[in-house]
């Protein structure tokens, strides 16, 4: 796939919890651009498959499932929701069920391939900011500005949990340093499109940076 007409395609990848999401949201306001939060799709197809009892490893009902599954962001009142065969997931796909069952669906190739298609199918003739795992190395491999956030295993443990808190969670910090841990573990080392750091992508080390100051440093390096 080349990116042939003059859209601006922009790149978020890194591991769980380097505040990608948080960053890309405000980011892509400011540039005026549309954000997809592929990940919030690999929860949906996760949260479905979960709710529809199906095995993972079924490929046949899998492929049912995608085959059947329509997702859709809608934009309520400025915050971007996630609906998943008409019932809104935004909350649902949060959870650490979730999260623990995530990485275990991201590796199944037919979820990959239709979840890259649909990404793409939202880019195209539009200005969009993508974050993810594979997003400069596979999705959008022509894109101007490819960033690989990351941050130290402590810092994004202790981001997430602030987030979980917020909503009211009781967090175990070791536990989900832990968690954090095994998710890049098995994202990094999956077969398809794992968890890699495309070869011209600028790294962002976000450890001693504040929300504000990641937000500007990206800004400025698009907007010069
Ligand atoms: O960004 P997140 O933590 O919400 O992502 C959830 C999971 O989805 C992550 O552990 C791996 C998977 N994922 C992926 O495989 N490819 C992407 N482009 C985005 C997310």
Redesign the pocket.
């Known amino acids: 796939m080349s990116n042939t007409t003059q859209t601006i395609q922009i790149a978020i990848?890194g591991p769980?919890?380097a505040g990608?999401?948080s960053v890309a949201k405000v980011l892509s306001k400011r540039l005026g651009c549309i954000y997809l939060?592929?990940?919030?799709?690999?929860?949906a197809v996760?949260w479905a498959a979960m709710e529809q009892n199906i095995d993972f490893d079924d490929a046949e009902a899998m492929q049912r499932l995608l085959d059947t599954l329509e997702l859709e962001f809608r934009d309520e009142d400025g915050v971007q929701h996630l609906y998943c065969n008409g019932t809104d997931v935004t909350e649902a796909?949060?959870t650490p069920e979730i999260?623990a069952n995530?990485?275990a669906?991201?590796?199944i190739p037919a979820v990959?391939e239709s979840?890259t298609a649909q990404?793409r199918r939202i880019a195209e003739g539009h200005d969009v900011l993508?974050?993810?795992?594979?997003?400069g190395t596979?999705?959008l491999p022509d894109a101007q500005y490819k960033f690989f956030l990351t941050a130290s295993l402590k810092e994004r443990a202790r981001r997430r949990g602030l987030e979980l808190e917020q909503k009211g969670q009781v967090v175990d910090y070791a536990q989900l340093e832990r968690d954090i841990a095994l998710?890049?573990e098995?994202?990094s080392k999956?077969e398809v499109?794992p968890?890699k750091m495309a070869e011209d992508a600028e790294l962002i080390d976000t450890s001693d940076l504040s929300f504000d100051e990641v937000v500007d440093l990206l800004y400025h390096k698009i907007i010069k």
């Open positions: 990848d769980a919890g990608k999401s939060d592929t990940g919030a799709m690999y929860r996760t796909i949060r999260s995530v990485s669906v991201s590796m990959r979840m990404q993508m974050d993810g795992r594979d997003i596979t999705v998710r890049d098995k994202d999956r499109s968890l």
